[in-house]
């Protein structure tokens, strides 16, 4: 398993728990000291795993997306929301 890929992850699952419960990061700010890797670690693990098989199936079967499906798809899911 690439340590790189785990550890990218990693920052990427601490930055967007942190956005959720406290907003934007200050620059200098050390996150790693309010959350610590081993807080991540093993689900980023199973996410970057889960994606080296996707994009490994994705290789094998040769599988492509019609831009046209793909656009109508988006257009279904991003439908604002109507209040009264």
Sequence with gaps: MPASLISQEV???RQQ????????????????SILPDEMFSEQAERRVRLGLVVS??????ELTAEP?????RLRTLHRPIRTR
């Design 11 to 13: 920052n990427a699952m």
């Design 17 to 32: 728990m942190f956005q959720q419960f406290g907003g934007a990061a200050p620059q200098d700010m050390d996150l790693t």
């Design 56 to 61: 490994e199936m994705i290789k094998q079967f």
């Design 68 to 72: 046209a499906k793909v656009r109508k």
